[in-house]
């Protein structure tokens, strides 16, 4: 890539925003109010706002490899505790990908060194739902399955947290499930019922 085309198409940017909006970047400095936190995956064909057809400042942003919400992870949490008690967003999203390179990985036993560790998380979740996913004899349905529950364990992760727990209570903050495919562009709406989920959890991570 010939990185003088990035400022380039930057500086074409800033002209595209001046004409219709003398005032674009002054606005911008304001602060920012977004009404969700968008957590992806940092794969390169998954862009948050671009898919979601967002602006910016309209969607607080967290990317990691294949979308994960894990406890001891200090920056996906730092994030989460910031979008929820300090700006007040509203949804949280996990949105995980079809074809996602993570989770395939994580379906293999192969040995992928500093990455085998995050890797874990994602063996745990297929651990967890091993009969439904062995039951499932095309491979590439069983790895499109795998990025839909990842994406529910994440949401499940989500809402074990005490500032998900709070907001949920004191102003009723909605915790979302979505997959994107890349395939077609279609952003999916899982539908996790996660009342189901948390009936039988809810007893062991319920945090006052």
């Not at 994960?68 to 730092?78: C, E, F, G, H, R």
């Not at 509203?90 to 995980?96: E, F, K, L, P």
């Not at 999916?188 to 959890?201: G, H, P, R, V, W």
Request: aromatic letters at 8%; hydrophobic letters at 40%; glycine letters at 6%.
């Amino acid at each position: 890539m010939n990185l003088d085309r990035v400022f380039e198409n930057n500086r074409k940017w800033i002209e595209s925003k001046l004409e219709v909006d003398p005032d674009y970047f002054e606005s911008l400095g304001e602060g920012q109010n977004p009404d969700l936190l968008f957590i992806g995956c940092s794969d390169s064909r998954v862009t948050a706002e671009e898919l979601m057809g967002l602006g910016p400042g309209e969607a607080f942003v967290h990317r990691n490899i294949a979308n994960m919400v894990i406890a001891t992870d200090l920056n996906v949490m730092s994030v989460i505790e910031y979008a929820v008690m300090h700006l007040k967003v509203n949804h949280v999203v996990v949105c995980g990908h079809y074809a996602c390179g993570g989770v395939k990985s994580a379906m293999q036993s192969a040995d992928l060194g500093i990455l085998n560790p995050w890797l874990r998380n994602i063996r745990d979740v297929y651990r967890l739902h091993k009969k439904e996913l062995n039951d499932i004899t095309d491979e590439e349905k069983k790895y499109e399955r795998l990025v839909e529950l990842n994406v529910q364990e994440q949401c499940v992760n989500l809402i074990k947290t005490s500032a998900v727990q709070k907001a949920v209570r004191e102003r009723g903050l909605k915790v979302h499930g979505w997959v994107f495919d890349v395939h077609t562009g279609e952003l999916i709406d899982l539908k996790i019922d996660f009342e189901a989920i948390l009936e039988k959890i809810r007893e062991i991570y319920h945090l006052d």
